[in-house]
Every structure is written in C-alpha cells, then in structure tokens.
C-alpha cells in the first residue's frame, strides 16, 4: 500500500508541527515538501528533521501547486481567520482535508464541502478520548432532556496564550447542556490566556503553559445542595496530533471508497477506525 501524501499546513505552529513530527515518524505516510503558511510568516521554508518544507504564502499557493504533485489529504491547523478560505481552496483543487483548526463559520465550512467534490474530516477537538465524552454528553442529552433544569452552570477554559479564539470543545458542550435544561450561551465561557494567571491560579505546570487545554463544567443546582463538576485536562499536543493521524486513515479510506461531499467528525472516525 502506498504511503498517504499529506500537506501539513499551518507550519511551523505547534500543533502543525506535532502533526508533521508525527508523519515523519509513521511509514503510513509522507509529508510533502511544502504547506500553506499565514502572511505574517516570513520564512520561506522551514525544516523538520532532515526535510526542509516549503512555506506558500495565500496569495501564492494556486502558482505554487501547479508546480507540484497535490498531496492525498490536506491538514489544516492555521487560524480561525483562515478557516472558510482555505476550505474553499482546498474544494477548489480537489484536496480532501482533515479541519482540526479552529473557528471561523462552520455552516458555511461544511456547506462548501456538501458543494464539492471531496470529503473532509472537521471537528473542534481531535482527541478521541475527549470526543468519546462529547458523544457521552450528547447521548445523555438526547435520552434525558431537560435532566439539569433548574441548574446553573459555569463552564471555564484555559489554552495557551497562542489559542485566538474560544474552545470549539467548550462550544459544542453548551449545546449539550441547553438540551439538558440549563440556559447558557457561548459568550458565557469563562476564556482564559494570561500565562501568569493559568500558573499561580489555576496550577497548569510550567512546562505546559504554551501548550494545554484545560476544561472544567460544574453545574449547582437551584438550592446549591447538590453539585456536579466534570473535567478535562490535557498537557501538550500529543493527544491531538495521534488522532489527526487516525483522522487522516480514516478519510483516505472513505475517499477511496468513493466519498464526496461528505463531511465527517471525529465521532464518525472514532467508529470507522
């Protein structure tokens, strides 16, 4: 079987990084020598390892990739900003893609991709053991609606000062939550960026305060009795880049088997794996 071609683009931010790290290191697959990189990088390549990667600027990658051979699946860990454009790109030269950034309008990013001629994988967290408990959290909310009414509920979340917008992870629980009975919006999580407040506040190690998200809901209920509290907490990048590469197997499959149009979650790899 022949390795998967990927285009890592968000290089050479961390989490792209980890990604691409992690390709190197599989015979699975292939990094291609080349990435779409945001217009505030001046670089023109950078290396991992012994292989040197080309940075294409947006407004260069039409030229830049009719010059090379299209990769197998696209990843996208650039910006919220970028989110929708690089959709639309990646539709426009047939390049299935795995989403794992963050932002921008999702109905439009999923629109595109119903509207096209690939696939894609897009989800807010690609952790599959923090997806699991997503899918825990939505079974509940569909089996027990209205199971917290009367409760309040604070959802708080901290990442690395790097991180632009709120939790995609932190968003969809809202969902689940609102299902269950408890009225909350999005603008209501509590964000949090300052490098000295996750140190001496929230006790987040050192060697992580540039890379972590750490998650707590906590529901009281209307005599304040009765309190529950569910938390994730991740250190590093690891956990999110093993399952790209999971979504990356799992979308070259169902592209092989003929998929268009068609967008996936991290639920649907967590099934098909």
């Known amino acids: ?12 931010g961390n989490m792209a990084a980890a990604v691409a790290r992690h390709i190197l290191e ?33 407004e260069d990658r039409d ?15 650039t910006h919220p900003s970028a989110v929708n454009t690089n959709a639309s790109w990646y539709c426009a030269q047939g390049i299935p893609f795995v989403m794992g950034t963050t932002g921008g309008d999702r109905q ?3 629109d595109t991709v119903r509207n096209s001629p690939v696939a894609a994988v897009i989800a807010p967290n690609m952790a599959k053991q923090i997806v699991a408990f997503q899918a825990m959290m939505a079974y509940a909310a569909e089996q027990f609606p209205d199971l917290f009414k009367g409760y309040s509920l604070e959802i708080k979340e901290s990442h690395q000062k790097g991180k632009a917008d709120t939790s995609g992870t932190a968003k969809a629980m809202v969902t689940y939550f609102n299902r269950l009975g408890i009225p909350f919006s999005a603008d209501q999580i509590q964000k949090e960026r300052d490098p ?6 929230w006790g987040i190690p050192e060697a992580y305060l540039s890379g972590h998200g750490w998650h707590t ?5 209307p005599d304040q009795t009765v309190r529950f509290e569910f938390t994730h907490n991740v250190n590093g990048r690891e956990i999110y880049a093993l399952g ?3 979504a990356i197997r799992f979308l070259q499959q169902k592209v092989a088997s003929g998929a268009k149009g068609k967008v996936f979650s991290m639920i649907d790899v967590l099934k098909g794996v």
Do not use: C
Not at 3 to 12: D, E, L, Q, S
Not at 217 to 221: E, K, Q
């Open 1 to 12: 079987m022949d390795p998967i071609r990927v285009m890592v683009n968000g290089v050479p």
């Open 26 to 58: 599989q015979e699975r697959f292939t990094l291609v020598p080349y990435a779409l990189t945001g217009p505030e990088i001046a670089e023109k390549s950078w290396r991992i390892r012994e292989q040197h990667i080309a940075l294409i600027h947006p």
């Open 63 to 77: 030229a830049a990739l009719e010059k090379m051979e299209k990769p197998d699946i696209a990843v996208d860990y």
């Open 108 to 110: 439009a990013l999923e």
């Open 196 to 201: 000295e407040v996750q140190r001496k506040d």
């Open 217 to 221: 809901y906590s529901l009281l209920s």
């Open 244 to 246: 790209t590469l999971d």
